[in-house]
């Protein structure tokens, strides 16, 4: 898969999952921007980690395992933020 198209769809697989988590009862989501921040291609594999522009929406590690034709998420939310002073 060339990078473009695994941008394209980590962006699907993201909307998708952040639009089934904040779909008000009717089902109706509101308008939200989903964005990279950072990815990667090595040979065949792709890695991405992506957000959305919702207040306190999670990263998401995706990864395309080129060898397999497989797809896997990882969701990460903000545990803790904490000042160490340097």
Not at 5 to 27: N, Y
Not at 44 to 65: C, D, R, W
Not at 67 to 86: A, P
Request: glycine share 6%.
């Amino acid at each position: 898969m060339d990078n473009e198209l695994f941008i394209v769809k980590c962006k699907e697989i993201v909307r998708d999952k952040i639009g089934e988590a904040i779909a008000d009862p009717s089902g109706a989501v509101p308008h939200f921007d989903v964005f990279i921040v950072w990815s990667c291609k090595t040979l065949q594999n792709n890695k991405a980690i992506l957000s959305a522009s919702i207040k306190g929406a999670p990263l998401y590690e995706v990864t395309h395992n080129g060898d397999k034709g497989e797809i896997y998420v990882d969701t990460y939310t903000k545990e803790s933020n904490e000042c160490i002073k340097v």
